[in-house]
Structure formats: structure tokens, C-alpha cells
């Protein structure tokens, strides 16, 4: 292909991959998935923003504040909420081609950034001007990010202020507010139960030496960065550099590290689920209503 055919390559292959996991978004999880009610919690289909998507995803043909959402929105809830409204697969793909102005300047960053590595017979870079213009790649790359990220948060404001009639007129999903409610009973519980002076001595215990391990965690990693893990450039290679075994790249020390923060993590979910099945437990004695919950 060459070194310009293999970028144009790798950029219809970066391309073909978002529209496919746009694809399998929308038809498989918001398709075939839309009506499971933890799926639309996650989604938050009853909030604000989400329901002025939803009015801009349901204009005909393609608008610019269509295509602002779907190339700046976030594509889990953005394409999932294609999959449940049942919108056509074909024009939000089509809507979604726009992000090739994101992928390109970021595919030629890693290009330039591997171009920056070859070298001569004689030593010298073939391409001693990649490591600036791969800087500038980075740059339009973020620039691009920057504005599709604010031209979605625009065309949203603009919804919420403009269409605001028909988003109200958008029926709440009861199962979903129902599910919030309750979810928000159990967070204003958990808040309850984990108040410093009202937690078991072995509790607090296991919360500090949590907190203990994840310290000496980071520290490990930060301040002995070098004697943790092994050098790995973006350019190295598994066989040449880590002797064929890429867990070489961990040093012993960094073993320790990785330890702590395994400790850490199962410390913390021992002290998550005493408070999550304290605060359940409560909840259930005590019969607490969301109101009485909050007046409290």
C-alpha cells in the first residue's frame, strides 16, 4: 500500500469501526434492549437532556443539531436512544460520516508519531519533520473534539430552550421513575449508614486500610515509577524489548504495587456491600418514604 495508502487505509478501517459500534448500539442494545428498564435508567431517558435528544433525533431527514448529537454527543446513551425510538439505521450512519474530520487528524497523529521513529542505515530520521507535524495532527485532532463536543452542548441548550413545549409534552416512562426514586431512597440511606461516628469499629477498620493500600499504591507508581515498570515506547516491540512475555513490562516492585491496589479494591467492596446491605436493611425496618427521607 505504501506509507499514504496504509493511512488512508487505517482511516477507512477507523471510520468502519465507529459506525459499527454505532450500529451495534443502536440495533442490538437500544433495539433489542430498549424496553429493559435498567437499560433506560442508564440511558436516563426521563432527564432534561436526554429527552431534548430525543426531539432532535426525531427530526426528518438530516439537520445540523442531528448531526452535532450524533458526532459530539456521547454514544452510549446517543446511539442506544436511536435503538429505542426505532429510528432508521441508514440516516444516522449517514449523519455520523462528519466524525471522519476527528479520525483522520488523530489517525495521522499515530502516523507521524511512527514515522518519527524510522531511521536510515546511516542513523539519520527518514522523516525528521513527523515529530512536529504530529504535534500539529494532535492539536486538530483536539480541536476537532473540542468543537463537535461544543456543538452538541449548543444544539442541546438551544432544544431545551426552543422546543421546550415538546419536551414536556414527552411522557415520563413511570417504570423508570419509579426505579429512580428508588434508587435515590437507597442513595439517601447509604449516606445514612456510612456517617463516620455511626460505622462498626471493623468497618471504619477496613476502610482505612483500604484507603492505606491505594496510597501506598500510587505512591509506589508515581514516585518509583522507573523500578515499578519497564520502559515501553509506543515503537517497541513485545519480543524485542519485554523477552516475548508482555508481563515483563511489570517489575517486582510493580508487582507490589498492583498487590496494594488489589487489596484495596476488595477492602473497599467488602466495606460497599456492608453499607449498601445495611442501608437495605434499614430501609425495609423502618418503611422510610423519599419525602420522609429527605425532611430528615
Known amino acids: 500500500l505504501g506509507l499514504w495508502g496504509s493511512i488512508t487505509y487505517a482511516c477507512i478501517v477507523s471510520l468502519f469501526l465507529k459506525l459499527l459500534a454505532c450500529a451495534v448500539q443502536q440495533k442490538i442494545i437500544g433495539g433489542n434492549l430498549g424496553s429493559n428498564l435498567r437499560v433506560k435508567q442508564v440511558v436516563a431517558i426521563n432527564s432534561e437532556g436526554i429527552r431534548a435528544m430525543r426531539v432532535m433525533l426525531s427530526d426528518s431527514g438530516i439537520t445540523a443539531r ?9 454514544d452510549w446513551p446517543v446511539s442506544v436512544l436511536c435503538g429505542i425510538l426505532g429510528l432508521d439505521l441508514f440516516p444516522i450512519l449517514i449523519g455520523t460520516l462528519p466524525v471522519v474530520a476527528l479520525i483522520v487528524p488523530t489517525v495521522f497523529c499515530g502516523s507521524f508519531a511512527y514515522m518519527g521513529s524510522l531511521e536510515s542505515d546511516n542513523g539519520l530520521d527518514l522523516y525528521p519533520w513527523a515529530h512536529t507535524m504530529g ?19 449548543g444544539a442541546v441548550k438551544d432544544t431545551l430552550q426552543k422546543d421546550k413545549d415538546v419536551i414536556d409534552a414527552i411522557p415520563m416512562d413511570e417504570a423508570v421513575e419509579k426505579a429512580d426514586a428508588e434508587a435515590k431512597k437507597q442513595t439517601i440511606m447509604y449516606r445514612r449508614v456510612t456517617v463516620w461516628n455511626g460505622i462498626p469499629f471493623v468497618m471504619k477498620s477496613v476502610l482505612i486500610l483500604a484507603v492505606l493500600a491505594m496510597m501506598a499504591c500510587c505512591y509506589l507508581l508515581v514516585i518509583f515509577n522507573s523500578n515499578c515498570l519497564q520502559e515501553y515506547d509506543l515503537m517497541y516491540s513485545i519480543a524485542e524489548h519485554l523477552g516475548g512475555q508482555w508481563t515483563n513490562i511489570v517489575l517486582p516492585l510493580g508487582r507490589v504495587a498492583l498487590l496494594l491496589f488489589a487489596i484495596a479494591c ?3 467492596y467488602v466495606f460497599e456491600s456492608w453499607a449498601s446491605s445495611k442501608a437495605k436493611a434499614t430501609m425495609d425496618t423502618m418503611g422510610f418514604s423519599l419525602e420522609a427521607l429527605n425532611g430528615a
Not at 442531528?66 to 456521547?74: D, E, Q, T, W
Not at 494532535?138 to 463536543?149: D, E, I, N, P, Q
Open 266 to 268: 476488595a477492602l473497599l
Open 135 to 153: 504535534a500539529v495532527a494532535s492539536s486538530v485532532a483536539a480541536g476537532a473534539m473540542f468543537y463537535f463536543t461544543l456543538s452538541a452542548a
Open 66 to 74: 442531528k448531526v452535532a448529537i450524533l458526532v459530539g454527543g456521547p
